[in-house]
Structure formats: structure tokens, C-alpha cells
């Protein structure tokens, strides 16, 4: 099985501060563990490339880039809320996680890859359609989505999200549309507030949601429940064109920010299940992307397992 993968150094540019939880460390480390490991040379490098406006367009605001890169350029130290610090390369930097992505949904539309993980910065899943929060400025995954949709003509777009925080923001952008799943496992209730059991979607939308909030001190059993009993049939229900996964691995037992207690394994097995339901229904169609993980150990070992996972590996 062929993975692509996906890093640009350039990501290390958008400086958040030394305090700040989502730091460039999460990428140095996480590469230089994966350096280590004898497989990685296996994987087929994607580059990064800037996207097209159009794209960004397709879920935020016509005028919201701008505002963001206008801001930025006066000095501003955050944008809309403070915990998204910026600094003077944060905008594009941005926007390159974004085109990262697209990069690698173009590997595995035009099977170069059979699947995909994008090692990016900053996280995307809270970025509403004009306001940025939780750390992101732009929706990486909900761009994909759209992206998947209008440029390849795809009709149904499977969007699982296992951040230990709700995707308020992708939640939001698609949930009066029947076209896209949007399915999340996440603390709760947590930052930001949302995703709860009963919030399915609005109007034709309805139905297109599923919530799986899960108590501080859930465990690896708690996942697999809610995996085996409603995120499997509901995705079997769907029958997706294409799978993108909101890769957060924050949820880890050794996270700093949450207070859920998976494995790393069970990162892999959660990875697994959903190859699995690709293969069922889209020939195998993934692309993953980074969005939290803030163990700068846990993190690096979570992803290791994950792109394992993506290779066709088994377990260490």
C-alpha cells in the first residue's frame, strides 16, 4: 500500500510564542521521530503548494482572508480571539497548510497514493467561516471537502473528526448539508462547547451530524463502543465517496489539554476501521490531516502509529 505524506518546513514559521500550546516543537519533534523509524523512507513525499483563492472561498467569507492578512500586517497579535496568536508569517503559512492538503487529496484522486496523512500547522477544525478560533485560521478539512466535491465531482464526503475538541467550525459549515458526514468523538462537555449528542444538523442537514461526546476519563473501550454501535453503521449508511479524517491527537492519556485516556494504539485501531470502511465504499479513498496534540512525545509515537496504520502495517 502506497502512503503519501506531507511536511513543508515552512510551517515552522507561524509563531505563536514559547508558551503558546500549538508550537512549531510539535512538527520538529514529531519529524525527527518519524526519521528514525525504518519505514518512513517508504512513504511518498508530497509537496506543499499555496491554493487557489477559490478554494478558501468555498467555506469562509469572501472578505475573511483579507481581513485576517490586513490584520497580521499591522502588527496585530492574535486575530479574534487570543489563543490564535499570529505573527508577520501566519497568514501564509496558513494557507499553505491548506494547499498541503489539497496536494494531497490531488495524490490520491489521481492514484498516485492510495491514501494520505498532511503534517500541518496550524489546525484548522474550530475556524468558523469569519471569525477564526482555537488555534485556527482556516478550515483545512472543510476546504478539502469542497474541494473533493467541486473539483473532482464527488457527491458524498465523509469528515471524521477524533480531536479531543468539538469541530465547532466544520460542524458548522456543512450542517444544513446532506452531502457531507460530519462525525466527532470528543470531550465533553469541553472547549469549545459544542457537539452535543442531540446536534444532528438543521433542515436537509439533518441527520448529516453525529456527535459522539464522550466524559472526561474515557477509554480506549469507550471509543471502540461508540466506533462499533454508531460511527461504523452510520458511515456504512452514508456510503461515502471519500474519507477525511481531522487527525487530533490530543485525546492521548498524556495530552496536557484534555482529560480523555486513549492509547496510541488506539490510534491505529481507530485508523483501521476507517481504511476499512474506504476500501467498503470509496476504493480506498483517506486523506488525514494533523489538527491538535500538544504531548510533544505522545504526539510524534500517535502519528508514527497512524501513518503505520495508513501503510497497511500491523501493530509493534
Known amino acids: ?3 503519501g505524506f506531507l511536511y513543508d518546513e515552512r510551517y515552522l514559521q507561524h509563531d505563536t510564542g514559547a508558551r503558546h500550546p500549538e508550537r512549531s516543537a510539535r512538527l520538529t519533534s514529531t519529524m525527527q521521530h518519524l526519521n528514525a523509524q525504518p519505514w518512513f523512507e517508504t512513504l511518498q513525499r508530497i509537496d506543499a503548494t499555496m491554493p487557489e483563492r477559490r478554494w478558501i472561498e468555498t467555506v469562509h467569507a469572501t472578505d475573511y482572508s483579507d481581513r485576517v ?3 497580521i500586517s499591522d502588527g496585530a497579535p492574535f486575530i479574534d480571539t487570543p489563543d490564535v496568536s499570529v505573527s508577520a508569517d501566519s497568514h501564509s503559512v496558513a494557507l499553505l497548510a491548506s494547499g498541503g492538503v489539497l496536494q494531497v487529496v490531488d495524490a490520491v484522486m489521481q492514484k498516485r497514493v492510495e491514501n494520505g496523512f498532511a503534517l500541518i500547522r496550524p489546525p484548522g477544525h474550530h475556524a468558523e467561516a469569519s471569525t ?10 472543510a476546504i478539502a471537502a469542497r474541494y473533493l466535491q467541486q473539483h473532482y465531482g464527488l457527491d458524498k464526503i465523509l469528515v471524521v473528526d477524533w480531536d479531543v475538541h468539538h469541530g465547532n467550525g466544520t460542524q458548522h459549515m456543512f450542517e444544513e448539508d446532506p452531502s457531507v458526514l460530519y462525525v ?11 457537539g452535543a449528542y442531540s446536534e444532528t444538523g ?8 453525529l456527535n459522539c461526546p464522550m466524559a472526561a476519563g474515557a477509554t480506549d473501550d469507550d471509543y471502540r463502543r461508540a466506533f462499533n454501535e454508531k460511527i461504523t453503521p452510520k458511515i456504512d449508511e452514508f456510503k461515502p465517496d471519500a474519507v477525511l479524517i481531522s487527525a487530533g ?3 492521548h492519556q498524556a495530552d496536557p489539554l484534555g482529560q480523555i485516556n486513549l492509547s496510541t494504539e488506539m490510534y491505529g485501531w481507530m ?11 470509496c476504493e480506498g479513498r483517506l486523506v488525514s490531516m494533523l489538527e491538535g496534540g500538544y ?3 505522545a504526539l510524534a509515537r500517535c502519528v508514527a502509529r497512524h501513518l503505520q496504520a495508513l501503510m497497511g502495517a500491523a501493530p509493534d
Open 1 to 3: 500500500m502506497t502512503t
Open 69 to 71: 492578512a490586513a490584520q
Open 132 to 141: 477564526a478560533l482555537g488555534f485556527c485560521l482556516f478550515n483545512n478539512v
Open 184 to 194: 466527532s468523538t470528543h470531550q465533553y462537555p469541553f472547549y469549545p462547547g459544542t
Open 202 to 209: 438543521i433542515g436537509n442537514g439533518n441527520g448529516a451530524t
Open 249 to 251: 491527537f490530543d485525546a
Open 271 to 281: 485508523s483501521q476501521r476507517l481504511m476499512e470502511a474506504a476500501d467498503r465504499h
Open 295 to 297: 504531548n510533544l512525545d
